[in-house]
């Protein structure tokens, strides 16, 4: 409660003191005729207030604020989306991935605020993407590329607390298509028509089974012994998922070939551009050795597929290639090498390697001591 304003009554010839509870006018008190008198009660009735207030005797006034809710507007919200991902220190490369996604939502989106957006305005966003041509790759998946892409606008989305909107049957399905390991035919075919500088790369991939990423920023300095270590890289800008960090053993044969290969470098990379940063065109160098008009091509994920197939073959358990794969669970690993052949030969002949097979067991016949 307070005393709120002095009125004078031209009627009474008196003046009195607003009594108010939570805004609300309960009752005039009257204070006499003299101006002066009646500011002085109404000074002291404020200060008897303000005493019980301070001694808990008396509730607290509380003024109903009404909260303020500012939008954002689409345009600074994909500005602030991003800067808070080069913040947070992610990958370049993926937050050009998500931009494929993100700035055509919002440049095509009619909506001015992201906490207007609506589930219609996600379906249009689908049925523009539909209409649009997307790059043409050799053996790329659109239907994924497409989906991918609403993805990206979903996880934006959430940021701002503007998250489902599509229920999970409504997201854009896709078959995911299997990559296949490389037969040594192909292997073959690979190396004869590659240069020395494509020959190395064949050989780190399939020693490492490395992903596209971990190839660019590898090192000289990666190899201890012959293990390479996959590990972040503040200098480069470059910070790869935790499980993703992981040590590889490699050959004794190519470990060799690395270390001969970085004394003669000038720079710490092993894949530099020609401005001495990061490689982020490996893929597009490796593809070149297959062209169009072969019957099969090749891709640095394909590399690491034929790696991990080899290693099944040869007897590796699943435990220790999902460690290798740097996969974060072991369904991941049983998923990725699912069509691998685990009746060939090879493997045959490793499980019968492994059978236990038991002693032929001695029988004594009973009645022949003594002969």
Not at 154 to 170: C, G, N, P, Y
Not at 201 to 216: A, I, P, T, V, W
Not at 244 to 257: E, I, L, N, P, Y
């Amino acid at each position: 409660m307070q005393l709120d304003v002095v009125a004078f009554d031209a009627d009474d010839g008196a003046y009195s003191v607003l009594w108010v509870a939570n805004f609300l006018a309960e009752q005039w008190i009257g204070v006499g005729a003299d101006a002066l008198e009646a500011q002085r009660q109404r000074n002291v009735r404020l200060d008897e207030e303000e005493f019980k207030r301070l001694r808990g005797t008396a509730p607290m006034q509380k003024a109903t604020v009404e909260p303020t809710f500012v939008k954002t507007p689409l345009a600074v919200a994909a500005d602030r989306y991003f800067s808070n991902l080069e913040a947070r220190g992610s990958d370049p490369k993926t937050i050009r991935t998500y931009r494929t996604g993100v700035d055509p939502f919002v440049e095509n989106c009619a909506r001015t605020y992201v906490e207007d957006v609506t589930k219609q305005d996600m379906i249009n966003f689908m049925g523009w993407l539909r209409k649009q041509p997307l790059p043409k790759r050799r053996n790329s998946n659109p239907d994924r590329t497409y989906a991918n892409k609403v993805g990206y606008v979903a996880i934006f989305l959430k940021t701002f607390s503007v998250s489902r909107l599509l229920k999970k049957s409504e997201y854009p399905q896709y078959e995911e298509k299997m990559v296949t390991a490389h037969s040594d035919e192909e292997l073959d075919f690979l190396y004869s028509h590659a240069d020395a500088e494509r020959r190395f790369l064949l050989d780190f991939d399939l020693n490492s089974g490395f992903r596209d990423g971990e190839l660019s920023h590898a090192e000289y300095t990666d190899l201890v012994g012959n293990t390479l270590e996959v590990k972040r890289k503040p200098h480069l800008g470059w910070k790869p998922k935790k499980h993703h960090c992981r040590k590889v053993t490699v050959s004794q044969k190519f470990a060799d070939a690395f270390r001969a290969r970085g004394k003669k470098s000038e720079t710490s990379l092993v894949f530099p551009n020609e401005a001495g940063k990061p490689n982020q065109h490996l893929l597009r160098d490796l593809q070149a050795l297959t062209p169009n008009d072969k019957p099969f091509h090749t891709e640095l994920h394909k590399l690491r597929k034929t790696w991990a197939t080899r290693l099944a073959h040869a007897g590796m358990s699943l435990d220790v290639l999902q460690k290798r794969l740097g996969h974060k669970s072991l369904a991941t690993t049983q998923k990725y090498l699912a069509d691998v052949d685990l009746s060939s030969k090879e493997h045959s002949d490793l499980v019968e390697k492994a059978t236990y097979t038991p002693k032929p067991r001695v029988i004594k016949k009973s009645g022949t001591d003594g002969d």
